[in-house]
């Protein structure tokens, strides 16, 4: 379980990413963090892999009070919580397997554990065909498979994705929700930020809507509601 | 498995190393400058510290008499300086005497038994005082007897291989000392830019749940491969060396027990004994030092 109670994040400068950010998000659920550029999806992802630390409040994950963990044990959090970008961050001189194997390598796993669990991970995200491909050799898709695929294979209860359709057509999209799904079914807790209109609305899952670093609305089977700004915004980039 | 897999990470260190040739040319290098001193050093203050050790076990005087000298000059000096109470022991060796040490200490080089025989070498008395300060009362009785053509006193010898020793082992300390430095700061340097080029890579590892052990530990290996492959190098330049001045070093130092042993034959157990600790002793301290330049580069550059 996630637990954020009056979580707060102040940048230098004074800018408020986070303001008294309460929330819980129970093991095994599929959130979205949605809300305008800006809003703080990011923050509230980095706070919960320490790659930030809140200015004012605690985050919990479970009975881990991750807001007091000391710069030597943040590696134990993050393989406890997958993430996957936006930007995929993949080593551009392995293959797709030596990039997934990274993810048990660091857990000191034997080569046979290593070959078995990656092939059955590589399975799952489509990618067995490609597995000796290297990164710039893949499609923004099958680049973001690579990521989630890596994300998993250590076995983390929580998956962080920061808009891992962000780069991706609308087909691709589809195709990677339908393996963040699959991952859910095996009980990991998966929260996503995104701006995709269609996924939130399609999918009807607990919705978390953040705006200028506040929650405005934490929805059940929630719906993106594009505000006017966003909905101009959509609008030029159609046009 | 787990030794092929931490295998595979030293091939993966040796691969960055070689993708920068430069970059490691320079660190072995300079490593190799410093190792080469470090080594040379090493072995003046063990060769020193023998040759010490030898005069110091020795009789404080040894009187040497001229060839026209007779049994019964030495006798009398013998009795003149018992009558004093100030000996501790006295030790007659004659000229046959002095040829059989000469040819226990040369019985490797028949050559140099050829040339010598008991004619000219001296009869000498070794002399031993019960008090270091009894030897300025005995030294004029000695100077003063029949047919005494030298006096030597090992103090003098002693204190003058202080003298060098202290010096080699200063002028040595502050040159390695500082060579030391100098290769901390290269690996230091190079560690530094190859932590820059690998930024990516390390924030991409950091945020898969990397140890900062499992990061670090490629960087340590490479500052210290630069400093074992010095060592390497420097070892088999020494050794080359050593072996080249063999015969000058078993005609100077020959006497001395230990370096007779080492150097005496090349196929023995101790020569390969002593060859292959000064290796290690080589690379355990270049492997340490090029660490430390890691280990200062992943403290400054690599932040947690």
């Known amino acids: 379980m996630i637990r954020f109670d009056n979580v707060s994040k102040q940048f230098s400068g004074h800018t408020s990413a986070l303001s008294d950010i309460t929330v819980e998000i129970k093991d095994g659920e599929f959130v979205f963090l949605i809300g305008p550029s800006g809003a703080g999806k990011t923050t509230f992802l980095r706070l919960l892999i320490r790659d930030t630390v809140s200015t004012k409040g605690v985050i919990h994950i479970d009975d881990w009070n991750i807001s007091t963990l000391p710069s030597s044990k943040i590696y134990l959090l993050r393989r406890k919580v997958g993430t996957v970008f936006q930007d995929f961050k993949l080593l551009t001189d392995r293959t797709v397997f030596e990039n997934v194997a990274l993810g048990l390598e660091i857990l000191g796993k034997n080569s046979k554990d290593i070959s078995t669990r990656v092939l059955d991970v590589i399975e799952l995200v489509g990618l067995a065909d490609k597995r000796n491909s290297f990164p710039l050799q893949l499609s923004a898709g099958e680049m973001q498979r690579t990521g989630i695929a890596r994300a998993i294979v250590g076995g983390p209860s929580i998956l962080l994705a920061d808009e891992p359709t962000g780069n991706l057509d609308p087909q691709t999209s589809w195709d990677i929700l339908d393996i963040l799904k699959e991952i859910q079914k095996i009980g990991t807790t998966i929260i996503m930020a995104t701006h995709n209109v269609n996924v939130v609305n399609e999918l009807k899952r607990r919705t978390i809507t953040l705006n200028k670093g506040r929650i405005v609305r934490d929805e059940e089977k929630g719906k993106y509601h594009v505000t006017i700004h966003e909905k101009g915004k959509k609008e030029h980039a159609d046009s | ?304």
Not at chain 2, 114 to 119: F, L, P, Q, R
């Open chain 2, 1 to 304: 498995m787990r030794k092929e897999k931490k295998n595979m990470r030293i091939l993966n260190v040796w691969t960055h190393m070689r993708r920068s040739p430069y970059q490691t040319l320079a660190a072995v290098v300079t490593m190799f400058l410093t190792m080469l001193l470090a080594g040379l050093f090493f072995l003046a203050t063990i060769f020193s510290s023998l040759v010490l050790q030898y005069f110091e076990g020795k009789p404080q005087i040894t009187v040497f008499f001229a060839d026209k000298a007779t049994v019964t000059d030495a006798d009398s000096l013998k009795k003149t300086l018992e009558s004093t109470g100030k000996v501790a022991s006295l030790k007659y060796v004659s000229k046959d005497d002095a040829l059989a040490i000469y040819r226990q200490q040369n019985k490797n080089d028949p050559l140099l038994l050829e040339m010598v025989t008991a004619d000219i070498l001296p009869a000498s008395l070794e002399v031993s005082a019960t008090d270091p300060n009894y030897l300025r009362d005995l030294d004029p009785i000695i100077r003063k007897a029949q047919g005494v053509e030298e006096v030597v006193f090992q103090k003098d010898v002693v204190d003058s291989l202080l003298r060098w020793t202290h010096a080699v082992r200063w002028v040595g300390g502050i040159l390695v000392g500082l060579l030391s430095l100098n290769s901390i700061l290269i690996v230091m340097t190079i560690i530094g830019m190859k932590i820059a080029l690998k930024k990516d890579e390390i924030e991409i590892l950091k945020l898969v749940g990397a140890s900062p052990w499992y990061i670090q530990t490629p960087f340590i290996v490479e500052g210290g491969l630069y400093g074992t492959l010095g060592a390497i190098v420097s070892w088999m330049i020494i050794m080359g060396v050593m072996l080249w001045l063999r015969p000058m070093l078993m005609g100077f130092l020959g006497m001395i027990p230990l370096i007779s042993t080492i150097f005496g034959s090349l196929t023995t157990w101790a020569f390969a004994g002593v060859a292959g600790g000064f290796l290690l002793f080589l690379g355990l301290v270049g492997f340490l030092l090029g660490s430390i330049g890691s280990f200062v580069a992943l403290s400054r550059y690599l932040k947690f």
